[in-house]
DNA sequence: CGCGATTTGTGCACGCCTTCACAAGCGCCT
DNA sequence: AGGCGCTTGTGAAGGCGTGCACAAATCGCG
């Protein structure tokens, strides 16, 4: 690949500029990175120095051939006849994914899931820093969870003031999301992850991902009718080669 | 279309058997029904008798040539010059869906998440019960959560035997994920919902899907990256027309 | 009864993504 | 030093999904 991003080849030590202008990479590229990291990761930590392309798509369940794709348009990071240096392709992966800076992360909603998400070790353990909480109903403000009180909503802008909230998070019942988007936007927040099971309208620069738990259930429930439909019919076999698939990306 | 998948066009009646011999409906449009659905409720609640697909595409969210063309996929269900009929097209989402069946739910791993999981609204207002929780942890069993009674793991099959689980969600940590799959396979489960941040090997006739809620934030903070960036080069407006998404694959 | 307004259903073209297959490159062994 | 085996990186092909643009169909009105 010709693509030569940031002038040496040391694969590090220039970071701190915002020296980028990113190969755009394949939405679908970017949504395995953070997969591929996470293999990296258990790699490394069981003592492994390199990784084939065949060993890293394995561990983190795809193909080879996407893999070494997926990885070539970040750059040469591999060594042809050896493989991938897994501490060199983590640090390039976590650069590339914006993760060498703590982001910080502000919660709305602190219902049933809300709740659960402020405590989701997950989320620290990849750098990622819940820094506030926020909920409409007065009852719960003042809350202790996991280290953090419970603020009003009406707090937010004066809190992103304080420190910048790279990412919100809606985790509210679906009637009130849009309007809190709207105030997160207000507040200068330019990424949403929406729990919320609705659409939200954002201006074009905010970009929105949601998760809706009940849909994946409704896709496993298809899934479940197509099969039980196959092993009714005649020749039902019972369903070998349905192809199941293993992600969820979108 | 000249699908006419269940003989009389009264629209029901004769659901029961298994009939479908399903048009394999593109796996993009699938994950789309869902939402589809969601939006015709609301439409529904109020009190829209029809909806044009120009209507329904706003309140999904998505194109209204997508959105006919998968309607499409399901049969003609709409009126040139009118649009479609708002409980006739629930109901045949529904069916397809598998909806009309109520589906068990099994969730094993009662920790933060499992615990806000067992809580949510979203599953029982759209048709899944939970109907069984487990925990390996001693300490955990027998605590009882939103009405229902956490049981050990080792309970499973007993259960299963009991009462078929449709489908099983694994709330456990990525350690322990795997082992948990391949008991609820065992125990005849053939769609998971797995939160652990690993890798499931399960059999062919399995469909899993993988809800990573790290990896969305993850994917957040590329976007983040890349827009921070972008401001920070010569022409650098402030990211106008950066071409937000609005879905997780999911 | 016919006409125009409206909306669905779909053929087609385009672009993205995946997958195959292989040349190029690297290290190791003799 | 040379050759051999292994692995990456990539050109090319195929498939899938999206969006346009329009013909077909339906309703309502004069």
């Known amino acids: 690949m010709s693509q030569q991003r940031h002038g040496s080849t040391s694969g590090n030590g220039d970071r701190a500029g915002a020296v980028p202008a990113f190969p755009d990479l394949p939405e679908a590229t970017i949504a395995r990175l953070p997969e591929y990291l996470r293999a990296l990761h258990n790699l490394g930590e069981g003592g492994a120095d390199t990784i084939s392309s065949e060993g890293l798509a394995a561990a983190a369940g795809v193909n080879s051939a996407k893999l070494r794709k997926d990885l070539s348009h970040l750059g040469s990071y591999g060594t042809r006849g050896v493989g991938y240096d897994v501490a060199l392709l983590i640090e390039q992966i976590e650069y590339v994914l914006g993760l060498d800076q703590r ?18 070790d997950g ?58 988007a709207d105030e997160l936007v207000a507040a200068g927040v330019t990424s949403i992850l929406n729990f919320a099971p609705c659409v939200l309208s954002v201006p074009a620069n905010v970009d929105v991902r949601k998760v809706d738990l009940a849909i994946e259930l409704q896709i496993l429930s298809f899934h479940e009718h197509r099969k039980a439909s196959l092993t009714a019919l005649p020749g039902g076999r019972s369903a070998t080669g349905a192809g199941n698939q293993e992600a969820v990306g979108s």
């Open 103 to 120: 982001r910080a992360v502000g919660l709305v909603g602190v219902g049933n899931l809300g709740h659960a998400l402020a405590g989701y």
């Open 123 to 180: 989320f620290a353990s990849r750098g990622f820093k819940i820094v506030a909480l926020f909920d409409a109903d007065p009852a719960k403000v003042g809350e202790r969870i996991h280290g953090l009180v419970v603020r009003h909503i009406d707090e937010l802008p004066a809190v992103a003031a304080e420190e910048t909230l790279a990412i919100g998070v809606i985790a509210t019942p679906a009637g009130a999301a849009q309007a809190v």
